[in-house]
């Protein structure tokens, strides 16, 4: 009896592997110097594949399912080792097992910015990060390519390589859509898309599918973010003249900040006072502007056409406006009192 369980344990008729948990790409079938008994059982999961080796050469290739090992069911092997059709002996061979589960949640993002071709703006150096998934669907490809005689070759092993390969089509993919960085983050989908037709390719030549890729956020550097923030503000202003009255209004708070704390040098105060009155004056030309405009004389000869009034509501409203101007340091007591006597003249 102890020769016979002698015996059945130099032999394997049973070939199967139950996964113990996530992120296992390739398992060898542990053989133990062992062979293989001729009509033993092979166990193939669903999102498995079975691969046998015969001395380094890639044989069968087995999809889901139960098979009896024999000649007929190894015919690349049977060819290899010239077995006659009636063969019954033990025989010897290394049995891989891969996983084609889909690999979901990979994390692809540039390291430091990449910089692409933009027709908006040239040369932009841009971050972006996302996921990605994949599955192997080529186990010899895969065997050859990647995993090799390893007794077991993990997701983790392989992030490396395929992060790489996401980031090198970068650039690829948004030429390849045609969307302006401006636009990229109102058209993720379509970026996304042209950074998986972009890398599928190179993911085939290891055996595997990109199943998907999204695009989480896409952004600039700080520096090159705050050109692009100046450049939508004037595209919002709409010309040049007006962008600088909004940029010297944006900048007033502040410099009226550091003159009462008594910060900052005596250029910078007569710099920032100058800037405060300078749009004072502009605002308050502005508010006047149409109560200043008044019909051309009449041709000689011509009657006189009575002169045409201001509303008091309009001139008491320009005052309002102008001693709020005159209250914020804007303009000064000489300017308004000026200006207040010159709407008061042209009352009806």
């Not at 410099?255 to 004072?280: C, T």
């Amino acid at each position: 009896m102890a020769l016979m369980d002698f015996i059945k344990k130099q032999f394997i008729d049973i070939i199967e592997w139950v996964e113990s948990g996530d992120g296992t790409l390739a398992w060898r079938f542990p053989m133990d110097d062992r062979e293989i008994q001729n009509g033993g059982s092979l166990t193939v999961r669903e999102s498995q594949m079975a691969v046998f080796i015969n001395e380094g050469k890639v044989a069968d290739v087995f999809g889901p399912g139960r098979y009896t090992l024999t000649t007929a069911t190894l015919p690349v092997l049977t060819y290899l080792q010239n077995w006659d059709k009636l063969f019954k002996s033990p025989f010897k061979s290394d049995v891989y097992f891969f996983s084609t589960r889909q690999q979901v949640d990979q994390r692809w993002g540039t390291t430091q910015p990449v910089t692409i071709r933009d027709k908006d703006f040239g040369a932009v150096r841009l971050r972006a990060f996302g996921n990605y998934s994949y599955r192997i669907v080529d186990p010899k490809l895969f065997h050859t390519e990647i995993s090799g005689t390893r007794e077991m070759y993990s997701v983790s092993d392989l992030d490396g390589q395929l992060r790489g390969l996401m980031l090198q089509h970068i650039s690829d993919a948004v030429a390849s859509s045609g969307v302006a960085f401006l636009d990229l983050a109102a058209n993720q989908v379509e970026f996304a898309k042209a950074l998986m037709e972009a890398t599928e390719p190179s993911f085939a030549k290891l055996g595997l599918k990109l199943e998907g890729v999204t695009m989480q956020n896409v952004s600039l550097p700080e520096e090159l973010q705050k050109i692009l923030d100046q450049k939508i503000g004037m595209g919002m202003v709409g010309d040049t003249a007006k962008f600088m009255q909004y940029q010297t209004a944006q900048a007033i708070p502040t410099l009226a900040a550091g003159a009462g704390s008594g910060g900052g040098s005596v250029v910078g105060d007569a710099v920032g006072l100058g800037a405060g009155v300078a749009l004072g004056q502009v605002m308050a030309n502005q508010l006047s502007q149409g109560l200043q405009n008044r019909p051309a004389a009449p041709a000689e000869g011509a009657a006189a056409a009575p002169p045409v009034g201001v509303k008091p509501d309009d001139v008491m409203a320009t005052l309002e406006k102008l001693a709020d101007l005159k209250a914020k340091g804007i303009v000064t007591q000489e300017e308004f009192e000026a200006k207040k006597a010159e709407l008061l003249k042209k009352l009806v």
